[in-house]
C-alpha cells in the first residue's frame, strides 16, 4: 500500500510526511510552519524598516513573546516535561527495577515459591519465550496491507505521543478512560471533534462498542493462529477471550525520527486486578476472578510481529539473571552472586539490558512484570512502521479445578 504524503487517519485527523522526520500531525505541522514564518520572515523584514535601535527592541520583544505564546500552547508544560524526561529513558526507572527484580527473585528455587512455578514460568520472568512460525512472510505482509486499508479506523495514542505518529487499531484498556466524565478532553469536546478517535477523545467503552465485533469478524482467522500457538507454548492449556473486554489489537508506529532515540519507556505491564477493577467499574467485564480460581502471578504478555521497519527491531528487556553465573535452573548461584557482588541493599542494579531481535509471525511471549520496553530503530524513510499484535493473559482453574484456562484480552 503507498503512503501518501497527507495521511488520513483516525477519523477526522491527517498526519503530514515531513521530510528527514517522518509523519506529524497537521495541527502541528501548520503551527511550525507559522511560527518559522514569524520567527524568520516577519522580524527579519519589520526590523529592516525600523529606523532606530529602540524601534528594533521594541519589535524584537514583541516577536519574541508571540513565538513563546504559540509554543506554550502547542507544547505545554506536560509535553515539555515528557519530552525532557524521555531523553533518558534507556535507563529504567526505580520503582520498575524494584518490580521485576522481586517478581524475579521468587522465580528461584531458593525461594519461597519453590515447587509452585512452572518451568515456562520461571523462564518467562527472566527473558521471551518465541513461538515459531504462527504466519509465514507472505501472510504477515497480506495481513499488514489490511490492517493499513483501516486507518480511518486507528486511534491517535496522543496522551503519550502528542502531534507524532503512534496508533492502536483496537483499543487498549490502559490508554483509554472508561468513563468519559472524568476526562476533561473528552467531556469539552466540540461536535466538530465528535468523529476524532484517540485515546484522549474516545472512552474505552465507547471504542470497545465501536470496534469489537469489527475486530472479531475481520481477524477471525489471526485470533485463531495466536489462540493455536499459545496454548502449545502454555502447555496445552483453553485459551478464551475475556467476555466485555478488548481483544488483542494492534500497534502501528511508523518510523519517525524521534523512534530512532530511546523514549520508548521501560516499564512492567499492568496488574490484571486493576485491570479487572476498572473494567468492572466500567460495567464491562462480568467476570470473578476469585472463583474462577485466577492466578495474579500468571500474567502474560504476547506480541506477534507483523512488520517491522529493520532487522534490528526488538523488544529491550531487563536480564536479572544473565551475567551473574545463573544458568535457568540455577537459582542458588545467582543467589550468591548477588550475595557476594552486588549490594544487598540495592540488589535490583544487578542486570544486564538485552534485546530480543523480533522476526516477522514468530510469537513472542514474556511475563507481564518483565521490565521491557520498545526497542528504537533507525530512521530512513517515514514510508516504514512497525506493525504488531499486542495482548495480554492470565491463567485460571475454574470452580472445580479442572484443567488450565487461560483469557487473553488487550
Known sequence: MSHPFIMNCCGRQKFVALPFLGYTRMEETLILLAVMWLLFLIPFGVLKLASTPKEKLTIGTFFTLVIAVVFQVVYNSDYVTFALSSIDASVADTGSLRTGYEFYRNSL????????????????????????????????????????SERERFYHVDHLAFPLPFFTHGPYWGYHTFDGTANKDVSKARPSDARKLSTTYTTYVDALNRDRDFMMDKYSMLYERVRTALSEALGGGEIKHLEGVGLPGFHIIPSHIAWSLQVFRFHTDEAYEMFLNSAEEGKRANFDHKANNCDPTSRISFTLPIRMPDETSGLNYIDFGEGTGESLDGGLKAQRYYEETCSKRYPYRCYIQRREMYEVGNLVVHAGKLVHSIGHWNYTSYDTERITMQGFGFRCRGPKNDKDTWFIYW
Open 109 to 148: 528455587p531458593d525461594s519461597e515459591s519453590r515447587g509452585q512455578l512452572d518451568v515456562f514460568t520461571r523462564e518467562w520472568r527472566r527473558k521471551p519465550h518465541v513461538s515459531v512460525g504462527v504466519l509465514t512472510p507472505e501472510e504477515a505482509n497480506d495481513l499488514a496491507e489490511s490492517i493499513l
